[in-house]
T-cell receptor, first 113, second 115 residues
Framework: GDSVTQMEGPVTLSEEAFLTINCTYTATGYPSLFWYVQYPGEGLQLLLK?????DKGSNKGFEATYRKETTSFHLEKGSVQVSDSAVYFC????????????FGQGTILTVHP | DSGVTQTPKHLITATGQRVTLRCSPR?????VYWYQQSLDQGLQFLIQ???????AKGNILERFSAQQFPDLHSELNLSSLELGDSALYFC??????????????FGPGTRLTVL
């Protein structure tokens, strides 16, 4: 079945460091790909998305590029802030599966001043 | 604030009991989704409703059921509760639900603790 694998966490960085959170997927076909963020005590928020190969999603300084050849959608940010501390989820979705989002296990990011 | 509301925020109950979780979608959204977030299973899709009709089913136990009412709010019913049902239950909504990249907006969740 379809699945998403994220890099093991937690990830701890100093402010202004470069961030990469790896995400790879297994799927038959070409899904839409998403990154969601969950701040402490809150629900999930859509961070960015990409719907086809080579698309780049970007938002709030975060970027991710849909790489069909490596079935990956790695999240990057050039300079993290303390306020970026949260749990990040990579997810995929097929149009034929209606609304079902398949999530990775989540990566906890902690940014220290 | 996503515009999706869930009640109650916290729920503590005993094994064998039945509870109902409520979700109000964003204004204008026709689809409602339920997800369960637990430490061992992660975030898992349970079920989707679109304009009152069930559209997709995931890893939802037979002890669990859901419905979407004419005013589009949804309820998730959990019965014969077990310790392993303790989790955070999220509701999400989207405008349509059958569109390839239709964005899902998540509520703050209901934390269920079964003692």
């Amino acid at each position: 079945g379809d699945s998403v694998t994220q890099m093991e966490g937690p990830v701890t960085l100093s402010e202004e460091a470069f961030l990469t959170i790896n995400c790879t997927y297994t799927a038959t076909g070409y899904p839409s790909l998403f990154w969601y963020v969950q701040y402490p005590g809150e629900g999930l928020q859509l961070l960015l998305k990409a719907t086809k190969a080579d698309d780049k999603g970007s938002n709030k300084g975060f970027e991710a590029t849909y790489r069909k050849e490596t079935t990956s959608f790695h999240l990057e940010k050039g300079s993290v802030q303390v306020s970026d501390s949260a749990v990040y989820f990579c997810a995929l979705r097929f149009g034929t599966s209606y609304g079902k989002l398949t999530f990775g296990q989540g990566t906890i990011l902690t940014v220290h001043p | 604030d996503s515009g999706v509301t869930q009640t109650p925020k916290h729920l503590i109950t005993a094994t064998g009991q039945r509870v109902t979780l409520r979700c109000s979608p964003r204004s204008g959204d026709l689809s409602v989704y339920w997800y369960q977030q637990s430490l061992d299973q992660g975030l898992q899709f349970l079920i989707q409703y679109y304009n009152g009709e069930e559209r997709a089913k995931g890893n939802i136990l037979e002890r669990f059921s859901a419905q979407q009412f004419p005013d589009l709010h949804s309820e998730l019913n959990l019965s014969s509760l077990e310790l392993g049902d303790s989790a955070l239950y999220f509701c999400a909504s989207s405008v349509k639900g059958a569109v390839f990249a239709d964005t899902q907006y998540f509520g703050p969740g209901t934390r269920l603790t079964v003692l």
